[in-house]
């Protein structure tokens, strides 16, 4: 094992196994027929390029990014509505396997990019053959078309760096504000849709036993 996948290690274990807990508390709420707020869950450990990139950009020396470096391990929560947001969020302050240590709140104030999500830092314990050791992980919930928009950024970012031309500039501001309202309007007929989605699992768990 080299000294990457030594230090790596740890990390890529908290990340399945807070996959499986995550992705359980779904599953709880389908199984009480209840609107769930979490509609799925995804997981990664940022891969060595990234680290070396952010550790350069942020002036983080390399044995300091254990404690600096808060996303090594890095977790996503996507919900349908604004609402469930703060609802997941009370899910995790109600957890007694991690220890929240920092939220950041990028919905009530958005990034200048645009970004918007919502961030919680945890220290997650993980269990080896050699003692428990203790990583920080970054959780970010956020609803669906705060994650399209974030996606969208995030790949275009690759291309430019950073520095998008002031015309793709001004196409990101209006699809981040056009996904705002979309969050807006899907917020509106939220009980509609929940109904319609209770309904649709009572549905197909009646046809599975037949
Ligand atoms: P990747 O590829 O997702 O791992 P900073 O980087 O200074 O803004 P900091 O202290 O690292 O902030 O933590 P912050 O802001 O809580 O979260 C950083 C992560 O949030 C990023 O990780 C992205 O995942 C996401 N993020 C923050 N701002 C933006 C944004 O403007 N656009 C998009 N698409 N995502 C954002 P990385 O390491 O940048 O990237």
Known sequence: MNHWEQFLAPYKQAIDELK???????????????HSPIEFVTGRVKPIASILDKAQQKNIPLDKIETEMQDIAGLRMMCQFVDDIETVVKLLRKRNDFRIIEERNYISNKKPSGYRSYHVV?????????????????????????????????????????????EINKRLQGAAEAAFRLDEMMSQIKEEIQEAQVYFTKNKEAVKKL
Not at 20 to 34: A, T
């Open 20 to 34: 499986i807990k995550l992705k359980g508390m779904r599953s709880q709420f389908e199984q009480q027929h209840i």
């Open 122 to 166: 945890i220290e997650y314990p993980v269990q080896t053959i050699l003692g428990e050791k203790k990583i920080l992980a970054e959780i970010q919930i956020r609803t669906l078309a705060m994650n399209f928009w974030a996606t969208i950024e995030h790949s275009l970012n690759y291309k430019y760096k950073g520095q998008f031309p002031e």
